[in-house]
């Protein structure tokens, strides 16, 4: 089983930037994709971006340019770093791992806000 903890969200203004981690642990050795998914008020959550354990990455298209995934092997952790954000990029982030069996597991989740 793995566990996945968020940190770094917060209140950023318009054309600002965020970053946020996910740290992992339990059997970090088993994770086949972490990705980042968000969910505003009021609406379904959706994909953000993913990373396997190849390294391809994959982008939803309303942060492509914007957004950038990476992780440090070494620290069994995932980053999400957001660049020029945009109100509409306020919503709850969360950090998510498939492992290779299939299971999924999900973080708690940070808030992300705008202000204007």
């Known amino acids: 089983q793995v566990q996945l903890v968020e940190s770094g969200g917060g209140l950023v203004q318009p054309g600002g930037s965020l970053g946020l981690s996910c740290a992992a642990s339990?059997?970090?050795?088993?994770?086949?994709?972490m990705a980042w998914y968000r969910q505003a008020p009021g609406k379904q959550r959706e994909v953000v971006a993913g990373?396997?354990?190849?390294?391809?990455?994959r982008y939803a298209d309303s942060v492509k340019g914007r957004f950038a995934i990476s992780r440090d092997n070494a620290k069994n952790t995932e980053y999400l770093q957001m660049n020029r954000l945009e109100p509409e990029d306020t919503a709850d982030y969360y950090c998510?791992?498939?492992?290779?069996?299939?299971?999924?597991?999900w973080g708690q989740g940070t808030q992300v806000s705008g202000s204007s």
């Open positions: 998510n791992a498939v492992s290779t069996d299939g299971v999924r597991e």
């Open positions: 339990g059997s970090t050795f088993s994770i086949n994709v």
């Open positions: 990373l396997s354990r190849g390294g391809s990455t």
